[in-house]
């Protein structure tokens, strides 16, 4: 088959994304997606998703045909049976977004039923996750980042090449920069002030939460910038982190802190835009500081920085580099460490000095 007969077959393809794991790893499939768009622009391409923030970022790409959603976790085994059942036979190709290594996502994928379906071949525990009921393969390479990897995953279903590499995409509009404009006039934050993201949260699925820099300690970060650069400290989380985030300003104690509560993930990306430096945990939002093009400290643990790193942005790791880290891959078992020492120590011994230290490496006419 010559390329031109593929591309003619493919543009009336439908093609469904299948973006079950997570809003970072949404985003981290927007690359690709931009790639696949462009090359077959006549093709369906639909999402199946289980976050209503990866509906709403997915939405704002103005890329997909459909995106449907559906709460797995909060429902009932038949009830997703019975939704996943509705799309059996209507796709000619599916995509497992990387990481998906878990078997009830490979499950999905083949009840769905397309004739091409592509996920990444795991080194571990793809066997015993169902991965062999996947069609298209690309071995898992824990040198390449997961934005890399679902470029070859398209690549390999497609029998195609691509020569770039885009940004991770989360476009907003202009209704989000008033959202903005207006949220951080109330909160008496202007266009002078030196402001700094912070977002103490991470997921908490699978022991995720021992990723997480204790929260006395972005408090203390704080209360330095505060002192050094007279900082404006925006505290970011998710509903479920409210309490996270109210514990750091009342540690960091000062009227330059503020908790930053929003009503969607657009809304929180619109304030994060303001944002001249972003520090985080390895979490949702640093993937969306990095598709909003922000100045990342990502403070780093047990993860394979490798993977994850922001992604075509400027960006600093905060880490400690132990022998023994990255001890995180992706599989489906929880978080443990077998440090007999300290455990976690790549993160419980992260001290906010060192943080400050890293922050101070950027260029001097980057920050105020």
């Known amino acids: 088959m010559t390329l031109d007969s593929l591309t003619n ?7 469904l994304i299948l973006a079950l794991s997570g809003i970072g790893d949404a985003l981290m499939f927007t690359p690709a997606l931009q790639l696949l768009r462009n090359k077959f622009p006549e093709a369906e391409i639909d999402a199946m998703v289980m976050y209503k923030g ?20 909060g429902a009932s085994k038949i009830s997703a049976l019975q939704f996943v059942l509705r799309f059996r036979g209507k796709y000619d190709a599916s995509i497992n977004v990387y990481p ?43 040198s390449l980042h997961n934005v890399e990897e679902n470029i070859l995953l398209c690549e390999k279903l497609f029998s195609i090449k691509f020569t770039e590499k885009p940004s991770l995409l989360f476009p907003l509009t202009n209704e989000d920069d008033l959202f903005k404009e207006k949220y951080l006039i109330e909160a008496g934050i202007d266009s002078h002030d030196f402001v700094v993201g912070f977002h103490p949260g991470c997921s908490i699925l699978k022991n995720h939460d021992k990723r997480r820099w204790e929260p006395e300690k972005f408090s203390q ?58 520090i985080t945990n390895d979490s ?9 093009q922000l100045k990342v400290v ?46 976690f120590k790549c993160i419980k011994e992260l001290e906010a000095e060192k943080v400050f230290e890293v922050i101070e490496t950027f260029p001097k006419d980057d920050n105020h």
């Open 9 to 15: 077959e493919t543009q009336s393809m439908k093609i």
């Open 54 to 73: 990866v509906k709403e970022i997915y939405e704002k790409t103005n890329l997909f045909n459909s995106i449907f959603y559906f709460d797995f976790l």
């Open 100 to 142: 998906s290594n878990r078997k009830e996502y490979n499950l999905i994928n083949f009840i769905i039923g397309a004739k091409k379906r592509a996920a990444v071949h795991y080194l571990r525990n793809d066997f015993q996750n169902f991965g062999f009921l996947n069609t298209e393969r690309v071995l898992e390479d824990d």
């Open 221 to 278: 970060l704080g209360r330095v910038l505060i002192e050094k650069k007279n900082a404006k400290i925006l505290i970011f989380g998710g509903s479920e982190e409210r309490g996270l985030q109210e514990l750091v300003k009342q540690n960091i104690n000062s009227e330059n802190a503020f908790v930053i509560k929003t009503q969607s993930l657009l809304q929180t990306a619109s304030i994060m835009k303001r944002c001249d430096i972003f």
């Open 284 to 292: 949702s939002l640093m993937h969306v500081a990095s598709a909003l």
């Open 298 to 343: 990502a403070i780093i643990g047990p993860t394979n920085t490798n993977y994850i790193f922001p992604w075509k942005t400027k960006f600093r790791i905060a880490t400690l580099q132990l022998d023994c880290a990255p001890c995180f891959f992706y599989s489906p078992k929880p978080l443990t460490c077998k440090r007999t020492d300290v455990q």
